[in-house]
C-alpha cells in the first residue's frame, strides 16, 4: 500500500491532446492556449484570463502589471500570511514593495483578520491573501477593510482552484487572482498557471508582460497603446518591461480536457475531505484546518497538539516507512527560512500561529479519485504510531 501526495488526472484524452499538437506543428503558444483562457474565464467567472508557465509566473505577472499601470507603487507595504509559498512573497520583493507578515488564524490556516486590521500603517497600499491548501479567507471582512483604509485586494489561488465564497469562484474576488496548474493542482497541464482579472486595463499589461513587454498580442481596440496599422513594426515593438511567461500550445489543449472533468474531480476531492474529517474524531490531539465556506481541498493539513505536539520528527519518519508522502504544511512560518535576508520586510506582532504550524505542523495529499482506502489506510499507521509511543 501507497498514499501519495497526488494520483494521475489524465487518461487517453489527455494524450489525444497532446498528440494532435505534435501533429499540427504549432508548438508555442496559440490557438489552444486563446480557447483555454477563454474557457477558464467562463468556469470562474471572470472577463479575462491569461495562462502562463506556471502559478509563481501568475503571481509574477500580477504584481508587475500592478506597478506598470500605475497602480502599486514600489515601496509600498503589502500585508502578507506569513504561511504560504515563497513565490507569493519573491515577486513584491522583486518589485521593491515592503512585505508586512502577518500571524495567520490558527484554525482556517488563511491570515488572521484582527491581526490584518492591527498591521496597516499609512504605507500600507495591498493585501495579498493566499487560499491556503483549498481553503477560502473571510473574504467579508477582508473586502471591509481594504475598503475602509482604500487598500488592493489581491488574492494568490493557486492551491484553491474550484473553491467557493458566498456563491464566488475564489480567484475572483480580489484585484486578480492567480492559479497553478501544476501537476499535483486541481487541474494538471504539466506546468502552467493562469491569473484572472476582470479590469481591461490590468489585462493589457499582463498581455504585454507576458510576453517581452511587445504590443503584438495586444486587442486592436487596446486602451494603453493604439496599434499602427503595420504588422511588421508591431512584431516586435516594446512598450513596457516584460518577461516571457508564456505557456506551451499543448498545455493549452490538456487544459481544454481537464476543465471538461473538473467538476467531478472537485466532487471526488470534497467526498475525500468528508470522509478524512469523519475518520480523523478518532485523533482528538491532531487538529484540523476549519473549512470556510466551500473549500477545493487541495489536501489534508494537520497540527500536532497535547501529547503528539513534539512527535512531528517521529511521525514523518513512521509515515515515511509505510509508504505515506507527507510535507510541510507550504513553507511554515516563511520569515524562519534563510531567503527572508534578501527582503524588505517588518513583523508588526509575534507569529504565534504561524510558529506552531512550522513546528508542529504536516499535510497529506487528497486525490481527483476516490482515496477512501488510503485514508483508512492513513488512519490506521496513525494508530499504529500513537500506539507505538505509549
Not at 489527455?14 to 492556449?33: C, H, L, P, T
Not at 534578501?342 to 510558529?355: F, G, H, T
Not at 499535510?363 to 476516490?370: A, E, R, T, V
Request: aromatic letters at 12%.
Amino acid at each position: 500500500m501507497k498514499y501519495l501526495l497526488c494520483d494521475n488526472p489524465w487518461n487517453d484524452e489527455e494524450i489525444q491532446a497532446i498528440s494532435d499538437v505534435i501533429e499540427s506543428g504549432m508548438y508555442s503558444m496559440s490557438k489552444n492556449v486563446a480557447e483555454y483562457e477563454k474557457k477558464f474565464a467562463e468556469y470562474v467567472g471572470s472577463k479575462y484570463a491569461v495562462m502562463v508557465s506556471s502559478g509563481s509566473a501568475a503571481n509574477l505577472l500580477g504584481i508587475a502589471a500592478l506597478v506598470y499601470a500605475g497602480i502599486l507603487p514600489r515601496g509600498s507595504e503589502v500585508l502578507v500570511p506569513a504561511v504560504s509559498w515563497s513565490t507569493t512573497f519573491s515577486p513584491l520583493e522583486q518589485f521593491g514593495m515592503k512585505l508586512v507578515f502577518v500571524d495567520i488564524d490558527r484554525d482556517t490556516l488563511n491570515i488572521s483578520i484582527d491581526k490584518t486590521k492591527n498591521a496597516i500603517s499609512p504605507d500600507t497600499k495591498m493585501i495579498f491573501a493566499v487560499n491556503l491548501l483549498g481553503n477560502p479567507n473571510y473574504f467579508d471582512e477582508l473586502k471591509k477593510i481594504c475598503e475602509e483604509h482604500n487598500l488592493i485586494l489581491a488574492e494568490d489561488n493557486c492551491e484553491s482552484l474550484g473553491a467557493v465564497y458566498k456563491g464566488k469562484a475564489l480567484g475572483t474576488i480580489g484585484f486578480f487572482g492567480t492559479y497553478s496548474t501544476f501537476y499535483s493542482h486541481h487541474i494538471c497541464t504539466m506546468e502552467g498557471g493562469v491569473i484572472v482579472t476582470d479590469d481591461k486595463i490590468l489585462y493589457e499589461y499582463m498581455l504585454a508582460i507576458r510576453a517581452h513587454g511587445w504590443t503584438r498580442n495586444l486587442p486592436e481596440d487596446s486602451t494603453i497603446y493604439q496599434k499602427k496599422d503595420d504588422l511588421f513594426y508591431e512584431s516586435f515593438n516594446f512598450i513596457v518591461p516584460g518577461f516571457n511567461l508564456r505557456p506551451l500550445e499543448m498545455e493549452g489543449a490538456i487544459g481544454l480536457k481537464q476543465l471538461q472533468k473538473i467538476d467531478r474531480m472537485l466532487e471526488n476531492r470534497r467526498k475525500n475531505a468528508a470522509y478524512f474529517k469523519e475518520r480523523m474524531k478518532e485523533f482528538p490531539q491532531i487538529r484540523l484546518q476549519k473549512e470556510v465556506e466551500q473549500s477545493s481541498w487541495f489536501g489534508f493539513s494537520m497540527v500536532l497538539t497535547g501529547d503528539l505536539a513534539g512527535k512531528r520528527a517521529e511521525l514523518v519518519k513512521a509515515l515515511n516507512e509505510a509508504h505515506i508522502e507527507c510535507r510541510p504544511i507550504v513553507a511554515g512560518n516563511f520569515t524562519r527560512n534563510t531567503i527572508i535576508k534578501y527582503m524588505d520586510y517588518r513583523i508588526p506582532e509575534e507569529l504565534v500561529n504561524a510558529d506552531d504550524v512550522h513546528d508542529h505542523g504536516l499535510f497529506i495529499g487528497n486525490h481527483s479519485q476516490n482515496n477512501s482506502v488510503q485514508i483508512d489506510y492513513f488512519i490506521e499507521t496513525i494508530h499504529k504510531f500513537i500506539k507505538g509511543i505509549k
